[in-house]
């Protein structure tokens, strides 16, 4: 599928241009399985793009009916990339649905920020631009874990343009000067000083499955959620833990959703060691059209974990927002 671009479009950036040489080369490999993921990732590229966003060039993975009466932008979360989204892409676009998974700036195939702006303002700033240029003048917004942040900041400005959201694992989380300081220090350590300079994928693996996940990941969503690590900014990482562990931001949520008009689904995971359900239900209980979904047996990683439930809900969303 090719679309027309009414803006100038970016050529690639070097982690795409890396990663792209690193699939071709497993494609033509003796080992089969690696050969067989090499060639779904490569097809998935044939949808990405590259536009440059306040000065960052940006990858965004575009798909879907060219004609589509909704679209709905998929919102990464933290130290993760558009990828996490590909099954959804997948059962969105079979249903009609045009999606546009996109890369925050320092994350997946997107620029890092040379300025190392990596706060959810800028990150807020990004997707406004990204929606003028794609002309999207009424959409549908998916986000996970830090996404739902950015999603908000966009919303307090822009809510005519979003239909309605869907939020997985998001919710208000108690803050204390103890709290500030042990997550965000063990948090940084652990990503950028341990899993970041991991050559192996199995014990990144053993940490996401008995600390995030309640469910067995595919080994190629393990390999995919690995990769992240390493082409998400370390400033990033850091700079993001710091913005949403300080009060301002901690404070802030409650009214940001209070704030909110459009319908809002909540979906939490029962073993969300992060986001636990308790702390979903907080924000739920703000909102003026807000739903909640508690998802058994599932833990922090719901579009790894239980894509297909995760796409359920976002197809469910979209259905009864532009149906009322």
Known sequence: MIRVMAYPASSPTQKFVRYRKELLDLQASQDNAAAKRATYELSLMEQSFFIELNGIVHHYHDSGPRDAAQTVVLIHGWDCWWMWWHHVIHYLNKRGIRTIAYDMRGHGWSDNDPNNHYHIDFFAHDLDELATKLA????????????????????????????????????????????????????????????????????????????????????????????????????????????????????????????????????????????????????????????????PECGHLITVELPETASALILGQVIATTAS
């Not at 900014?233 to 009214?255: G, L, N, W, Y």
Request: with cysteine.
């Open 136 to 295: 999207l003048d009424k959409f549908h917004i998916a986000a996970f874990s830090f996404g739902p942040f950015v999603a908000l900041d966009y919303v307090r400005v822009h809510p005519e343009r979003v239909v309605s959201m869907t939020f997985f694992n998001f919710g208000y989380l108690p803050n204390s000067a103890f709290i500030q300081a042990f997550a965000t220090n063990t948090i940084t350590f652990v990503f950028n000083n341990l899993l970041r300079k991991l050559t192996w994928w199995l014990p990144a693996y053993m940490f996401a499955r008995f600390v995030l996940a309640k469910n067995t990941i595919l080994l190629h969503d393990i390999l995919i959620g690995f990769k992240s690590l390493g082409l998400c900014a370390p400033e990033a990482i850091d700079q993001t833990t710091r913005h949403i562990t300080s009060f301002k931001t901690t404070d802030s949520v409650p009214e940001m959703v209070k704030s909110v008009s459009m319908p809002i689904l909540f979906v939490a995971g029962e073993g969300d060691t992060i986001m636990t359900c308790e702390n979903t239900k907080k924000l739920v209980e703000l909102t003026h059209k807000g739903t909640y979904v508690e998802v």
